[in-house]
């Protein structure tokens, strides 16, 4: 036997083995889903009861304003545990609606990430540790919203309240918005507008100020029958940029 030849061999299948592992293969688990039934999707799988399963989907934009899927990145995470223990075993498979799935690499202390090019609107996580499962879980997220107003790059006053309003074709579970000089403020599920007031600018007396506004819309279910705190969250956020002018006169 050549057993040269024989350990190449395994050497191959072993790099296979782990490509299939951790890259994108095609994926079952949108089919037969009509659009319209994959953007309200919300389903909370099989679970053993025994596994927390904790899934972020947190889609954010590459630059301001941004209108297209393609033009945001998606990073995942899943930690999973059992009655408070870390579990760093498990099987976590991530699948995106119209593009493939992946399983997930182990970070640290039961944390499983990856991050996936686009944001894909649904997500399916399956996550199997020994005999206990969570499996099936479906979370869509919500649609992309764009920004209305301010104009992206514009020079605001820094003594004036500052409208911001944006669109989406549906809404959300929760909506939040934040800038350089305040932190998160959530808003009502239903709202596509805020007034930041001139104190919650970052602005200053003889130059021109950078303010970054974001707003992030969010989806979250709990996962029923697993343990509990067991939830998965989808969101996606964007932002638009303004100059705020001087203060002083």
């Known amino acids: 036997m050549n057993t040269r030849a024989v350990k ?13 592992a951790c890259g994108p293969s095609t994926t079952r688990a949108f089919d037969a889903m009509s659009a319209t039934e994959v953007q309200n999707l919300r389903r909370a799988g099989e679970s ?7 899934v972020k989907v947190e889609a954010e934009a590459r630059h301001a304003n941004a209108s297209s899927a393609q033009d945001f990145e998606t990073e995942i995470e899943v930690r999973v545990s059992r009655q408070g223990v870390p579990v760093t075993d498990a099987r976590v498979v991530i699948a995106a ?7 997930l690499e182990h970070d640290e202390d039961g944390e ?7 944001y894909h609107r649904a997500y399916r996580v399956d996550v199997i540790a020994g005999a206990d499962r969570v499996e099936g879980v479906y979370l869509a997220g919500p649609a992309l919203h764009t920004f209305d107003a301010p104009t992206q790059g514009a020079q605001v006053p820094g003594d004036q309240p500052l409208d911001v309003s944006w669109q989406a074709e549906s809404g959300a579970d929760e909506v939040w918005i934040e800038g350089e000089g305040f932190e998160d403020v959530r808003l009502d599920a239903t709202a596509s507008s805020y007034q930041v007031a001139p104190e919650q600018l970052d602005r200053e007396p003889h130059e021109r100020e950078d303010n970054e506004i974001e707003v992030l819309r ?10 509990a ?13 303004v100059w705020v002018a001087p ?3």
């Open 218 to 227: 969010l989806n979250r279910m709990s996962i029923e029958g697993a343990e």
């Open 247 to 249: 203060t002083a006169p």
């Open 229 to 241: 705190g067991s939830q998965m969250s989808v969101s996606v956020s964007n932002e638009v940029e």
């Open 48 to 54: 053993s009861g025994s596994l927390k399963v904790e």
């Open 97 to 103: 609606y119209e593009l493939g799935e992946w399983t």
């Open 112 to 118: 499983y990430e990856h991050e996936i090019d686009g």
């Open 8 to 20: 190449l061999t395994l050497s191959a299948l072993a790099a296979i083995t782990l490509v299939s």
